[in-house]
């Protein structure tokens, strides 16, 4: 099942994608009194039960629609508590990387790494180029969306815990990222992840049952039409319940919370004559089965000091 969230009369409301229109899942929870009615996926989520509350659900000529082509969709999960990307997480990009500055040791165990909930945006918003970065990428990633509370679960049980997948631009300022030239100590991950709009997500939440443990995805990233990634989630080094499972041994992982799985090869800062977004590209990422996000870059209005990280 395909669950989106738009906007309508100046709301967000929560709905379902289906035959090429959006149903409002409020209402349709009110007319199949089924479950508490929510007006938004997080609530859903937190219902226990809620797959099989989904499964009830009838829609027809009856039904609150809209054409999905005329439908303005926001991010499915707009606050999420917790944003987790997994970082260094495909063998292509940890190939690239040392293809760039020399033999780089595979992680051990997942590189867990945050970024600020408040970078979540549409699946078709603009992108903001802030005054702080001159050195702006794209990465696109595999949100996994976390469907039931989850601590310390083993990698074979996680499943059970995942409501599904949504498409991720992780968008990174890197001369912010990495401190620009100073030594690895001070890198800061964090304030280079996190200014507005660098989180695209969408178009949709597509529910984990659509897909057969150990699917291959295709995944592919253009900017102006020209692809830049080129991949799929076999490149993966630790896959989506490995991750999962060790994110769950360090928190509590709660519904709505989204846990990307990093970038394949083909990033801008791999890149060994670089060209960074600049205002006005348009970066389409996105995975089979679930759709794409496409984003146009904008300049930021507001001008301010140069940004300092010590």
């Known amino acids: 099942m395909r669950l989106v969230s738009f906007r309508k009369s100046g709301k967000v409301r929560a709905g ?45 000529a009856r039904s609150a629609s809209t054409p999905l082509s005329k439908t303005e969709l926001t991010a499915p999960i707009a606050e999420p508590r917790k944003l987790i990307i997994s970082g260094l997480n495909s063998h292509s990009h940890l ?50 969306v976390i469907g039931r509370t989850c601590r310390r679960v083993s990698a074979e049980k996680i499943r059970a815990y995942i409501a599904g997948y949504m498409t991720m631009n992780d968008v990174s300022a890197r001369d912010v990222q990495m401190a620009d030239g100073q030594a690895l100590f001070y890198r800061v991950h964090f304030p280079g992840k996190s200014f507005d709009t ?20 295709k ?10 990634q080129d991949a799929d989630t076999a490149d993966f ?6 991750v999962i499972s060790h994110v769950s041994q360090i928190m509590t992982l709660q519904p709505g919370d989204i846990v990307s799985m990093g ?48």
């Open 198 to 217: 660098f989180c695209p997500t969408g178009p949709a939440l597509v529910t984990i049952d659509e897909f057969p443990a150990k699917r291959v995805m």
């Open 95 to 144: 190939k690239e990387l040392e293809d760039l500055t020399g033999k780089v040791e595979p992680p051990r165990y997942p590189m867990v790494i945050a970024k600020a909930t408040s970078t979540v945006s549409g699946p078709y918003d603009d992108i903001i180029l802030p005054p702080e970065t001159k050195k702006l990428d794209y990465e696109c990633e595999m949100a996994v």
């Open 263 to 310: 970038s394949p090869a083909g990033v801008i800062l791999a890149d060994p004559k670089p060209v960074y977004l600049k205002v006005g590209d348009v970066v389409r990422c996105e995975i089979e089965g679930i759709g794409g996000v496409e984003n146009r870059i904008k300049a930021d209005k507001i001008k301010v000091a140069a940004f300092k990280t010590g």
């Open 219 to 228: 995944m592919r990233t253009t900017v102006n039409g020209k692809i830049r």
């Open 16 to 60: 379902v994608e289906c035959d090429g229109r959006v149903y409002d899942l409020e209402a349709a929870m009110k007319r199949g009194k089924v479950g508490q009615p929510v007006s938004d996926l997080r609530s859903l989520l937190e219902q226990s039960g809620w797959k099989q509350k989904l499964k009830k659900l009838k829609f027809d």
């Open 237 to 242: 080094i630790f896959s989506v319940e490995r």
